[in-house]
């Protein structure tokens, strides 16, 4: 039951570009809190993919870009690569009742 | 650069604790924040709960009466322990190291992980 909501899957052709969307709430996003994404490769742990809704840590490829407004964040995805199959998950922070860090639904991204 | 390797039993009894260690290498555990995060197998990711290097702590409160993190600085590692499962706990167990940036409370980001490891919660 996450509060962030993110689409089960979206696919794409390699070169292409894909966005996975992250919707929230005025207790989370809304609220101003940051929006980070992390890439989980099949059979691996979660790595930091964009982190403070936009900042790639170093090694990450220019490809992936994040953005963020409203009650919603974004990753976006160019140039598509065999590689970048994976799962897909954003990350925030709910200062409702059950105030705690929230992650989202996950997406899986498919290289068609 | 700082690594994480999580370790435990695989196989926890119902109405049993969970006990797990993380060991920090490459890195000082001191000045930092630790967190304990699972995901169910083939379900998304749910935070548990994190400790300062002080001893300090923050648990998700819909586990927070059955979650307990320390810290062992000695010997750099933290660790969790869940009690009372269910088959429900069963998942993979992954510490992370918790970035915050104190000028902007609650954004802050888990980086890196650990390889994470499957507790799974059976008689």
């Known amino acids: 039951q996450s509060v962030l909501t993110q689409p089960p899957s979206v696919s794409g052709a390699p070169g292409q570009r894909v966005t996975i969307s992250c919707t929230g709430s005025?207790?989370?996003?809304?609220?101003?809190?940051?929006v980070h994404w992390y890439q989980q490769l099949p059979g691996t742990a979660p790595k930091l993919l964009i982190y403070?809704?936009?900042n790639r840590p170093s090694g990450v490829p220019d490809r992936f870009s994040g953005s963020k407004s409203g009650t919603s964040a974004s990753l976006a995805i160019t140039g598509l690569q065999a590689e970048d199959e994976a799962d897909y998950y954003c990350?925030?922070?709910?200062?409702?009742?059950?105030?705690?860090?929230?992650f989202g639904t996950g997406t899986k991204v498919t290289v068609l | 650069q700082v690594q994480l390797q999580e370790s435990g039993p695989g196989l926890v009894k119902p109405s049993e604790t969970l006990s797990l260690t993380c060991t920090v290498s490459?890195?000082?555990?001191?000045?930092?924040?630790w967190s304990w995060i699972r995901q169910p197998p083939g379900k998304g990711l749910e935070w548990i709960g994190y400790?300062?290097?002080?001893?300090?702590?923050n648990y998700n409160p819909s586990l927070k009466s059955r979650v307990t993190i320390s810290v062992d600085t000695s010997k750099n590692q933290f660790s969790l322990k869940l009690s009372s499962v269910t088959a429900a706990d069963t998942a993979v167990y992954y510490c992370?190291?918790?970035?915050?940036?104190?000028?902007?409370?609650?954004?802050?980001?888990?980086?890196?992980w650990g390889q994470g490891t499957l507790v799974t919660v059976s008689s």
């Open positions: 005025s207790s989370n996003i809304g609220a101003g809190y940051d």
């Open positions: 490459g890195g000082s555990i001191s000045s930092y924040y």
């Open positions: 992370a190291r918790t970035v915050r940036i104190a000028a902007r409370p609650g954004g802050d980001w888990f980086d890196p």
């Open positions: 403070g809704n936009s």
């Open positions: 400790i300062y290097y002080s001893g300090s702590t």
């Open positions: 990350q925030s922070y709910d200062s409702s009742l059950s105030a705690s860090y929230v």
